[in-house]
């Protein structure tokens, strides 16, 4: 995980592609601080490229530690709502589990021509984004992907309105948008995003799907946590 900071927005990069930049605690802790503590104008989250965006939450955590983890990303998805801080997103390649909701929390997404969303495993029984993706894409067709499983490439991530574009350079263009941002009247921002998440976000759906997360079985071979 890298992060960097100028002109009021600061820039997190997950750069752990050869475990499909998996969400760990230290990713979490990194966010929580941007969004909650440092004061900035806007934060992206952006990750190496390849063809994993973020595959989800760091399975190779035991089961207790997943489930804290689990909470503390939905904890993070209620504040980058909350937050006056606009949480702006870049994704080139496939966000499953943990990135998906991160993705669709997120105020803005940058998304280039790999871009991929997952929100469910129905044979797993995993569902992510519950609480989000029926505002973006409908009722029926959120249903639809939950239930029965599929993917929402970039130009059905556009189509949908998730994003506005196919950028050729989805990061840049990020850092361009969230800048861009940073320059807004803190106030305005602030009043803005207020009124569109009264307008858009259900957040005691939030808490359901919260409850009802159960972390999946670890991969073979994969350590418990501090073995």
């Known amino acids: 995980m890298i992060t960097a900071e100028s002109d009021g927005v600061i ?5 752990d592609p050869a475990h499909a930049n998996a969400i760990g605690h230290d ?4 966010l929580e601080d941007a969004l909650l503590y440092r004061g900035a104008s806007a934060v992206v989250l952006s990750a190496v490229p390849g063809p994993v965006f973020c595959g989800g939450g760091d399975l190779r955590l035991a089961p207790e530690r997943l489930q804290r983890l689990s909470a503390r990303i939905m904890d993070l998805c209620r504040f980058s709502v909350a937050s006056p801080t606009v ?3 870049a994704v080139d390649g496939i966000a499953v589990g943990s990135g998906a909701q991160l993705m669709l929390a997120a105020d803005l997404r940058s998304i280039g021509a790999g871009a991929r969303l997952r929100v469910a495993d129905p044979p797993r029984e995993l569902a992510a984004g519950t609480w989000s993706l029926p505002a973006h894409v409908g009722r029926g067709r959120a249903l639809e992907l939950l239930l029965c499983g599929g993917d929402l490439d970039a130009e059905a991530l556009v189509a949908c309105g998730l994003a506005s574009a196919i950028e050729a350079a989805p990061t840049d ?3 361009v948008l969230a800048r861009r941002v ?7 921002r602030e009043r803005v995003k207020a009124a569109v998440a009264a307008a858009s976000v259900a957040l005691p759906a939030l808490e359901l799907e919260r409850r009802g997360f159960v972390p ?3 991969p073979n071979g994969v350590p418990r946590d501090g073995d």
Do not use: E, G, I, M
């Open 173 to 175: 263009a990020a850092l």
């Open 11 to 15: 820039h997190v990069t997950l750069d």
């Open 27 to 30: 990713v979490v802790d990194a």
């Open 216 to 218: 999946p079985p670890r």
């Open 182 to 188: 940073a320059a807004l009247d803190p106030a305005y």
């Open 87 to 89: 949480f702006v997103v």
